[in-house]
């Protein structure tokens, strides 16, 4: 076999930094100097690259990002499988909110199980001169009617409701008197913030004012009682990490929010340790609890088993010695599994490279997952995160390599042309235009209808895709542009 060529050759921090200056001459003088700060040549030994995160969208510039009612809706709300989400206003809106994530749910469709299902008040002209407000209160009315078995509803506002000033509040508070059946209210316009990003946040404090502590569980609370925050089930990922967690005589109490049951939620402050997945949608709750509760928290990675073994044992680390003697049986139990298929795989990905763009957590976390099978990230970025999640992102990085924020279609563009990447890993709306370029790619914020790609379960389809991706003899078939 040849010698495998060194992915990184060439990519050095002065290499990159030229390569951000010419990116940025293509814009006029004034959307240079706000792009300026988004892309940076990496190398966390400097101090990180301090990339300007959470701020406005350049006007007239096409980004990715989505609003904060997609925010509530498509990741926080959405994926708890017991209640009725309610989009209020617009059937635009509303139409977004019917199973777009793939959320993987348990249960019987329109009996117990409603995530799948859209529920809109399709405001009409009528409606916006008038109000919503009795609109709402009939919705609500019927959806209790039709859907016994709900255990409540959430009522997610789109941007008319906040531009002519239903107060969505008060009726959740009289509807929820009314019906006897939990109504929670979420401002979540899609005017507000800059990003989905303050749709979780919004989301998240929702959860905080009428959830958290209304419940308890029934069975008694155990020590190893905890529960998974920020996984949304996308191809069954929760479900391939709850294996793993359970297999090492965890206990998982509530899932957060994939095939999540509310009243799992609710009763989460009785748990002993909170594990994070997606930091950015879900770490102000778990902030709250542990400030309310004391119930500690930590981050982890399931994304190939290299971050598996590293989390496992930080896992462990949290408990007795009989959580962390499981930690190692697991670990080892499924080690010559995973180095099956790193030994199937790798020789055919080693030296690929990739460019990652996706929302507020893959672009990190998936980089190991990459690099178990011989591949190399040469830029990373985010559409919506803020700079904690780059200062966690810059240690995973090469010197060199590029990092950059909410970036334009016409900022990939030039840079795919210029590193030549094997694989673009990113959303659906980036999808499209690469394939056609002829260049591979894998849609990253649902799996490209494929997953789960999450703990041991995960790898092997992880490591499938990315190989049929990237070497599908198809790509001898269109011609590239570069």
């Given at each position: 076999?040849s ?8 990519i ?7 390569l951000i200056?010419?990116?940025?001459e293509?814009y ?16 966390h030994e400097d ?14 510039v ?8 997609a ?7 959405g ?21 777009t ?18 529920f809109?008040s ?33 009522v ?19 509807m ?6 939990l ?19 919004i ?13 308890e ?16 089930n996308?191809?069954g ?67 190939g ?5 590293e989390s ?27 180095q099956a298929?790193?030994?199937e795989?790798k ?5 690929k ?15 190991g ?26 240690p ?13 279609e ?43 790609y ?24 269109v011609?590239?542009?570069f």
């Amino acid at each position: 076999m040849s010698e495998v060529k060194n992915p990184l050759e060439g990519i050095t921090k002065e290499s990159t930094a030229k390569l951000i200056e010419e990116t940025l001459e293509m814009y006029p003088e004034k959307a240079k100097k706000k792009r300026a700060p988004h892309m940076s040549e990496n190398d966390h030994e400097d101090s990180g690259c301090a990339i300007r995160s959470n701020k406005k969208t350049v006007p007239g510039v096409m980004s990715a990002r989505g609003c904060a009612y997609a925010g509530a809706k498509g990741v926080v709300w959405g994926p708890i499988r017991d209640m009725v989400h309610v989009s209020h206003g617009p059937v635009g809106c509303g139409f977004y909110s019917w199973g777009t994530r793939r959320n993987l749910t348990s249960g019987t469709v329109g009996v117990d199980n409603f995530s799948g299902m859209m529920f809109t008040s399709d405001f009409q002209e009528k409606d916006i001169v008038y109000g919503g407000d009795p609109k709402l209160e009939k919705l609500l009315n019927e959806a209790k009617e039709l859907f016994p078995l709900a255990k409540g509803m959430s009522v997610l506002s789109e941007c008319p409701v906040g531009l002519i000033g239903d107060d969505i509040n008060a009726v959740a508070k009289k509807m929820e008197n009314e019906l006897g059946k939990l109504v929670v209210p979420c401002n979540c316009e899609g005017f507000r913030g800059v990003s989905q990003s303050l749709g979780h946040h919004i989301s998240n404090d929702t959860i905080r004012d009428h959830i958290i502590g209304t419940t308890e569980y029934a069975e008694e609370p155990g020590p190893y009682d905890i529960a998974l925050i920020g996984d949304y089930n996308i191809g069954g990922d929760i479900w391939a990490a709850v294996n793993v967690l359970e297999e090492i005589g965890l206990n998982v109490k509530a899932q957060w929010t994939g095939d999540g049951q509310i009243e799992h939620i609710a009763a989460t402050h009785q748990v002993k340790l909170n594990l994070i997945h997606c930091y950015r949608s879900m770490n102000y709750m778990c902030k709250v609890m542990e400030e309310k509760y004391g119930i500690p928290w930590l981050e982890f990675n399931f994304f190939g088993p290299t971050k598996i073994e590293e989390s496992l044992r930080a896992i462990g680390e949290c408990f007795d010695d009989k959580i962390k003697a499981n930690v190692e049986k697991v670990i080892a139990k499924y080690k010559p599994k995973m180095q099956a298929i790193i030994d199937e795989y790798k020789p055919r990905l080693e030296g690929k490279t990739a460019i990652v763009f996706v929302g507020g957590l893959r672009p990190r976390h998936t980089i190991g997952a990459y690099e178990d099978l011989g591949m190399k990230i040469i830029a990373s970025g985010y559409e919506f995160a803020h700079s904690d999640d780059y200062d966690r992102t810059y240690p995973e990085m090469d010197k060199g390599t590029l990092v950059f924020d909410d970036a334009s279609e016409i900022e990939l563009e030039k840079w795919v042309e210029h590193f030549k990447p094997d694989l673009v890993a990113s959303g659906i709306k980036e999808k499209y235009v690469f394939q056609k370029a002829g260049i591979p790619f894998r849609q990253m914020h649902s799996w490209d209808y494929s997953g789960p790609y999450h703990a041991y379960d995960g790898f092997e389809i992880f490591a499938r895709d990315i190989d049929m991706a990237i070497n599908s003899p198809t790509w001898g078939l269109v011609k590239s542009p570069f």
